[in-house]
């Protein structure tokens, strides 16, 4: 079993790579974003409250989001292992994350920190913003806030799995393809330990 946290900021490719990574692996895919997604459109109280903020480009309160991960966790026990995709997003929600794994005898593997620059971010989620209906994905100013929120919040997360020795930074520019074999590298090397 190996959980992943696939982290990095709004853009990076997080989405996009767990695909892959779940059908190579047999994974599943914990995503909070698509998670909160279908609570919006399933018009929940949950899903109101959360649009508010996710339409700003705001976090969403860590005890909203560890909620839904826990229920998500108990809802798989046979699982041979979780890909966390946007989640943990803060220090807190990393050790709440920690606490929830343990209760289960696992933990997390590794962290694999898809590196992008600002300038790719922000063109990628504009250019998603033209179709994807995604109301955050709108402006630059709303993006720019997720981007404000991932480096005063979210970073830390890294720093906080660091001490663990757990973090390993990926070239998050260029084809999907070749960042694709990059992380499945990382994550064999751990297999195979
Ligand atoms: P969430 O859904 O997690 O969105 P995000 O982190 O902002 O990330 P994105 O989905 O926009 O980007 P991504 O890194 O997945 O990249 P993707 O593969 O899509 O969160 C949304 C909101 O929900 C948050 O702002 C917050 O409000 C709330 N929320 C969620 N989790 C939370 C939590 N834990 N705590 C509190 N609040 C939470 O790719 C982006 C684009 O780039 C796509 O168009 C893609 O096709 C393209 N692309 C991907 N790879 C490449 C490449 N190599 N080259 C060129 N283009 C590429």
Not at 26 to 32: A, D, F, K, Q
Not at 58 to 85: C, H, R, T, W, Y
Not at 123 to 132: A, C, D, I
Request: aromatic share 6%; proline share 3%; glycine share 8%.
């Amino acid at each position: 079993m190996i959980n992943i946290i696939l982290f990095g900021p709004p853009g990076s490719g997080k989405g996009t790579q767990s695909e892959k990574l779940i059908e190579a692996y047999g994974l599943i895919h914990l995503s909070t974003g698509d998670i909160l997604r279908r609570e919006i459109a399933a018009g929940t109280a949950l899903g109101l409250e959360a649009k508010t903020l996710m339409d700003k480009g705001n976090l969403v309160p860590d005890e909203v989001v560890v909620g839904m991960i826990s229920a998500a966790l108990d809802e798989n026990p046979q699982a041979k292992g979780f890909l966390f995709d946007g989640f943990p997003r803060t220090e807190a929600q990393s050790i709440a994350l920690d606490n929830l794994l343990a209760e289960k005898n696992t933990e997390i593997g590794v962290v694999l920190a898809l590196d992008v620059s600002q300038e790719e971010l922000e063109k990628r989620l504009l250019q998603r913003g033209l179709t994807s209906g995604r109301p955050d994905d709108i402006n630059k100013a709303i993006i720019s806030n997720r981007i404000v929120e991932y480096q005063t919040k979210t970073m830390v997360v890294s720093n906080y799995y660091s001490k663990f020795d757990k973090v390993v930074h990926v070239k998050g520019e260029g084809t999907v393809d070749t960042i694709f074999v990059s992380l499945r590298s990382e994550i064999d090397k751990r297999l195979s330990n």
